[in-house]
DNA sequence: GGGGTAATTAGACAATGTCTAGATATTGTC
DNA sequence: GACAATATCTAGACATTGTCTAATTACCCC
């Protein structure tokens, strides 16, 4: 990650170069997120903007994460099917997903290269690739 | 895909084979994977199985399923945070996902070719690779 | 065919996410 | 600053997907 230091004037800039409004429950989720850089789903976020004064609703918390999704300002993480994670880091990468401990890690996307993608449909674009390396411990699970 | 028959003794010799009793309900989940060769959510199973007779219960359609995910008889596809699909083809491949219609299509994985997989971490095996290519209507979604 | 085990069932429950209508905040204008 | 217009936020109802439980039913083997 580029060392990019997220105070508040930083991440109102954030906002705005996406063209969101930054109230103060957004820029209390945004930097949650950035401020970790971690993948965390909408319920750790609930609970982490809500840690010391409960501030910040559900459906906000619903409604920010899909609009900074829209915008390109986060991105959503698909590898368990109970819930979605939200990676702040939108710069082409890719997932390693550790199925014993729900672990998520990134691989650097200049490390994994993709070759021989079909030819898609007359009028169709790729919107992205996204690749989950699933891994687990050799012994089996902890139990 | 290989041109496999499934009449009732192909998929009781399909199901005995990953140690799975045969039983009326499991042979009708089967038979709706396997017949149609798609990617269904348990929801449609569910639907098509009690299509003229309800006789399968959603307990059973959600047990039986994974049931076949843990016995490798079906693959469990994640591209749409809502549901979960259900792959009958367990052969490695990979997915085209319409994101404006839903559609899942398959990739061979002969075609695709991942190179650079980073170390893993010691003790740690790889369980599979999933890509999903996501792609959409180049004129933007149908409105 | 009887007894033991495995499978199935209805419906309660849980978790995640969406929606609605009213309250609150923000912004631009004077 | 005061006002109006607009955007955002909220509590809580609702929807959907999936799991659990206790009781019933089916299956299998002797």
């Known amino acids: ?12 800039a954030l906002l705005r170069q996406h063209d969101i409004a930054p109230t103060h429950q957004r820029l209390e989720i945004a930097h949650v997120l950035f401020s970790r850089g971690q993948h965390l789903s909408a319920d750790q ?7 010391r004064h409960a501030e910040t609703s559900k459906a906000t918390v619903y409604n ?6 829209q915008r390109g300002l986060i991105r ?4 368990d099917p109970r819930r979605v994670f939200y990676d702040p880091n939108t710069r082409p990468h890719q997932h390693i997903y550790n199925i014993d401990t729900g672990e998520i890690t990134d691989i650097a996307a200049d490390a ?5 993608m079909p030819e898609l449909p007359a009028g169709m674009v790729t919107e ?3 690749i989950i390396v699933r891994i687990r411990n050799a012994a089996g699970p902890v139990r």
């Not at 920010?64 to 999704?69: A, E, G, I």
């Not at 959503?76 to 590898?79: A, F, I, N, R, Y």
């Open 1 to 12: 990650m580029k060392a990019i230091s997220y105070d508040r004037k930083s991440l109102i």
């Open 64 to 69: 920010t994460l899909n609009l900074f999704c």
């Open 112 to 116: 994994l290269q993709v070759t021989g």
């Open 128 to 130: 992205g690739v996204d």
């Open 76 to 79: 959503e993480v698909l590898v």
């Open 45 to 51: 976020i609930l609970a982490q903007v809500n840690e």
